[in-house]
């Protein structure tokens, strides 16, 4: 199976700061990486597929980049709602695995 | 908007099937794949398997002879059976579509369900 690692596991940051959430693949898998967003009681939600494409309906404060094994998520600037836990997942080869989550707090 | 929602029991006992409907509401279940993914404290996030509505399943290895995914494409829903549980099943269970690649993107969640195995 691919593994999937993600720095930090937390973070604390202030409404407006810039964060940046990098994932790593234990083998390249091209561009075949997602990001989600998961807060306590709603339904999970994709923010960018594909490396860097963004999700329809997601704010454009979301970004992502890379390839091969290095991959970043970067909030151009943190907004209350953004408090919650993001988690990268590949999809280039099943199992689909995913990061074991960064947790975005507020400082 | 495209909605899911997960429903089933519980708590269920060692030894038993896990038996879970995801209902999908604002939208057809006739396309797409249809993913079930868990969520465990030890363990993180865990893709369970995926159907496309037409019926090829694919699950993960290391549950793949526990796991049946099934589409009803008359109730627009599908169910998820797992056999045998233990207590390592014990999880907050997620249903969700993929409507944008094959099976691994995954566009809409369910809220999750827990279901804890004990006696």
């Known amino acids: 199976d691919i593994q999937m690692t993600q720095s930090p596991s937390s973070l604390s940051a202030s409404v407006g700061d810039r964060v940046t959430i990098t994932c790593r693949a234990s083998q390249s898998i091209s561009s075949f990486l997602n990001w989600y967003q998961m807060r306590p009681g709603k339904a999970p939600k994709l923010l960018i597929y594909a490396a860097s494409s963004l999700q329809s309906g997601v704010p454009s404060r979301f970004s992502g980049s890379g390839s091969g094994t290095d991959f970043t998520l970067t909030i151009s600037s943190l907004q209350p709602e953004d408090f919650a836990t993001y988690y990268c997942q590949q999809s280039n080869r099943t199992p689909w695995t995913f990061g074991q989550g960064t947790k975005v707090e507020i400082k | 908007q495209v909605q899911l929602q997960e429903s089933g029991p519980g708590l269920v006992k060692p030894s038993e099937t896990l038996s879970l409907t995801c209902i999908v509401s604002g939208g057809s279940i006739s396309s797409y794949y249809w993913i079930w993914i868990r969520q465990t404290p030890g363990k993180g996030l865990e893709w369970i398997g995926h159907s496309y509505y037409g019926g090829t399943t694919t699950s993960n290895p290391s549950l793949r002879s526990r796991v049946t995914i099934s589409v009803d494409t008359a109730k627009n829903q599908f169910s998820l059976k797992l056999t045998s549980v233990t207590a390592a099943d014990t999880a907050v269970y997620f249903c969700?579509?993929?409507?944008?690649?094959?099976?691994?993107?995954?566009?809409?969640w369910g809220q999750g369900s827990l279901v804890t195995v004990s006696s």
């Open positions: 969700a579509r993929d409507g944008v690649g094959s099976g691994s993107i995954f566009d809409y």
